[in-house]
């Protein structure tokens, strides 16, 4: 099914891991603005510093405050409970068994993201590729894999990881309601699990980041996915720091 001929081309396109040739600013006109972009000869208001509210700071605020992308894995394994619950609390479901409500927000409920992990030290866990199922909340095992990380990333610093968690987007279950623009609801959705297991692994004490370095191409190969009505839209890493 095609989900939108210019959607799709741009995202064929994106996935070469060269990134492309970097533009320069003058092809934007001088618009770029790296800090965040900012009005001048408008008044502001000056906000209370965080924490602002008349409440104590939460343990959710202190985790979301001291999150940052993670740069550096110990190469120790971290425990197959750990990653049970980042898999929960990014797309699991709320009660076992049953499809929904799931943890992550949804356009029309229709949850497009597949994920996928390639465990590299993960107790209990075999060198093999692993789809979780959220309904049962259990990976399922499907093929044998051996490379190293770095053989689908040119980020080296990836090599201590213990696990890189690939999402997919099975793109025709939003497209079926909302056409071209399921596209950028199915992206949308690829942030909002990944911000949730980010936060759980900071709650673990599990060190995560955010990847969009890798090699689409060869690893939609290795999941026997087809790169188009099922393709890979975005990845994390975790490990113990």
Same mark, same amino acid.
């Given at each position: 099914?095609?989900?939108?001929?210019?959607?799709?081309?741009?995202?064929?396109?994106?996935?070469?891991? /060269?990134?492309?040739?970097?533009?320069?600013?003058?092809?934007?006109?001088?618009s770029?603005?790296?800090e965040?972009?900012?009005?001048h000869?408008?008044?502001? *208001?000056v906000?209370?510093?965080f924490?602002?509210?008349?409440?104590?700071?939460?343990?959710f605020? !202190?985790?979301?405050?001291?999150?940052?992308s993670? &740069?550096?894995?110990s190469?120790?394994?971290?425990?197959?409970?750990?990653?049970?619950?980042?898999?929960h609390? /990014?797309?699991?479901?709320?009660?076992?068994?049953?499809?929904?409500?799931r943890?992550?927000?949804?356009?029309?409920?229709? +949850?497009?993201?597949?994920? +996928?992990?390639?465990?590299?030290?993960? !107790?209990?866990?075999?060198?093999?590729?692993?789809?979780?199922?959220?309904?049962?909340?259990?990976?399922?095992?499907?093929?044998?894999?051996? !490379?190293?990380i770095?053989?689908?990333?040119?980020?080296e610093?990836?090599?201590?990881? @213990? @696990?890189?968690?690939?999402?997919?987007?099975?793109? @025709? &279950?939003?497209?079926?309601?909302?056409?071209?623009r399921s596209?950028?609801? *199915?992206?949308?959705?690829?942030?909002h699990?990944?911000?949730?297991?980010?936060l759980?692994?900071?709650?673990? /004490?599990i060190?995560?980041s955010?990847?969009? /370095?890798?090699?689409? &191409?060869?690893?939609?190969?290795?999941l026997?996915?087809?790169?188009?009505?099922?393709?890979i839209?975005?990845?994390v *890493?975790?490990?113990r720091?």
């Amino acid at each position: 099914m095609k989900w939108g001929k210019y959607w799709e081309a741009a995202h064929q396109e994106s996935k070469d891991l /060269g990134f492309g040739k970097a533009l320069s600013a003058a092809t934007f006109n001088g618009s770029i603005i790296v800090e965040a972009k900012k009005y001048h000869g408008f008044s502001s *208001v000056v906000l209370p510093s965080f924490p602002a509210s008349q409440q104590e700071k939460t343990v959710f605020s !202190e985790i979301a405050h001291d999150r940052v992308s993670a &740069r550096t894995f110990s190469g120790e394994p971290i425990q197959l409970s750990q990653l049970a619950d980042i898999l929960h609390i /990014g797309a699991g479901v709320r009660v076992l068994h049953r499809a929904e409500p799931r943890m992550q927000p949804s356009a029309g409920k229709r +949850y497009p993201i597949e994920l +996928y992990v390639l465990p590299f030290k993960v !107790e209990g866990l075999e060198s093999c590729i692993y789809h979780y199922q959220p309904i049962s909340h259990a990976l399922e095992k499907l093929f044998p894999y051996s !490379e190293p990380i770095t053989n689908f990333t040119k980020e080296e610093w990836l090599s201590d990881c @213990a @696990a890189l968690i690939l999402f997919t987007g099975v793109f @025709a &279950r939003t497209a079926v309601r909302y056409g071209a623009r399921s596209y950028r609801y *199915v992206l949308l959705e690829a942030g909002h699990i990944a911000q949730l297991m980010l936060l759980e692994a900071q709650a673990l /004490g599990i060190a995560a980041s955010p990847i969009g /370095g890798i090699d689409d &191409r060869r690893l939609e190969s290795l999941l026997d996915i087809d790169g188009t009505t099922e393709s890979i839209v975005y990845s994390v *890493v975790i490990g113990r720091p």
